[in-house]
């Protein structure tokens, strides 16, 4: 501690006490092994990031590791996960951050694991909600397949190992890609009963990758090519699901290789600014205005409102198809070119018009 200088040092004991006073607020002394713990070895590096009733997260510097490496300490209070998280800590798996120690003082249970970079799965989609997009199919794709990978490297082990709480927010997706699982609470229910409920929390999560929300009642409102792998996820008798993670994650991969449906998904939800009745009547005025100096000829004014009419056409157009494509919404030729050729139409209208109104 001498070798920090005077504010680290001041903000590693302000931590410390913080932490001291969360575990004494319960009606617990910290005993020395636990002060050692978090004073000496895996030191909070500021205020909790999550603290609630459950549980309570640090940020901590892992004094006691090679290299002294940035951890996440996870204090879950009144639960004993003890064996669940040695036995994690020994088989060291690459589906779970890797995990530096596991200690149980006073029925509450004190697990450091490496601080990853990235976000949870609830996070990015409460992103896409406020931006108003969704997942793309590719993205999507990979992150239910990786997950597929996860789940089934927990069911390998003999005993599998149970977590009986995958959701969005336990599913952490790493800067580089990586998918990892959070926060573990074993289960005692049968492999092949656990495996059968899972299939049908991944079709829900799936679906509100593609989507932007949860199916209501189990109903499957996504239109595109994973559009059956989701139902057969959500169907409601289990043994109509599918039976295994293996057999759902063969399917993702044939339905991967489908062609997309020629389909205009019911959520689309297109923003009014992107429709060509708005963006049409701005393009038509602008038009006008070419045309008024065109006639008048004033040229460099023409040429400045012709500028900008393309500059303006070629942004429509590009923002369109990028939602489209990010709202997983495909359209046939026809489709796209029929507004197009509706706005050449008026444009040429317009092109006659336009000089008789000029005095």
Not at 296 to 314: D, G, N, P, W, Y
């Amino acid at each position: 501690q001498r070798t920090l200088d005077t504010n680290t040092y001041e903000i590693k004991m302000a931590c410390t006490k913080h932490f001291c006073y969360n575990i004494l607020k319960g009606g617990f002394i910290m005993p020395s092994e636990k002060e050692k713990f978090v004073t000496k070895q895996y030191v909070p590096m500021g205020e909790p990031i999550v603290q609630n009733d459950h549980t309570i997260i640090y940020h901590v510097k892992c004094l006691c590791e090679p290299g002294k490496p940035d951890g996440i300490l996870k204090m879950y209070r009144q639960q004993n996960r003890e064996a669940l998280y040695k036995r994690l800590y020994q088989l060291d798996y690459s589906e779970w951050p890797h995990i530096y120690n596991v200690k149980y003082f006073d029925g509450n249970t004190l697990v450091v694991e490496k601080y990853l970079e990235g976000n949870t799965l609830e996070e990015l989609l409460k992103q896409n909600k406020e931006n108003n997009t969704v997942f793309s199919e590719e993205e999507a794709y990979r992150i239910m397949s990786k997950l597929c990978e996860c789940i089934a490297g927990l069911l390998r082990p003999d005993p599998p190992i149970i977590h009986s709480d995958i959701k969005p927010s336990n599913i952490f997706i790493t800067s580089a890609g990586a998918v990892k699982l959070l926060d573990f609470v074993n289960d005692k229910t049968p492999k092949r009963k656990h495996e059968k409920k899972l299939i049908s929390l991944l079709g829900m999560i799936f679906h509100r990758m593609l989507t932007g929300s949860a199916p209501a009642n189990k109903k499957c409102t996504y239109e595109g090519r994973y559009e059956s792998v989701i139902r057969k996820c959500l169907e409601k008798n289990p043994e109509q699901r599918y039976q295994s993670i293996s057999e759902l994650k063969e399917d993702l991969k044939e339905a991967k290789e489908r062609a997309p449906k020629n389909i205009v998904s019911k959520t689309a939800g297109i923003p009014y600014a992107l429709t060509f009745p708005f963006q049409g009547a701005i393009l038509a005025f602008e038009w006008i205005l070419i045309c008024f100096f065109l006639k008048k000829e004033q040229t460099s004014a023409m040429c400045l409102f012709a500028i900008a009419f393309f500059i303006h056409f070629v942004l429509f157009l590009a923002r369109r198809h990028a939602f489209f494509q990010k709202r997983n919404i495909q359209i046939s030729t026809a489709r796209k070119a029929l507004p197009l050729l509706i706005l050449a139409l008026v444009l040429a209208l317009l092109s006659q018009i336009v000089p008789f109104l000029i005095f």
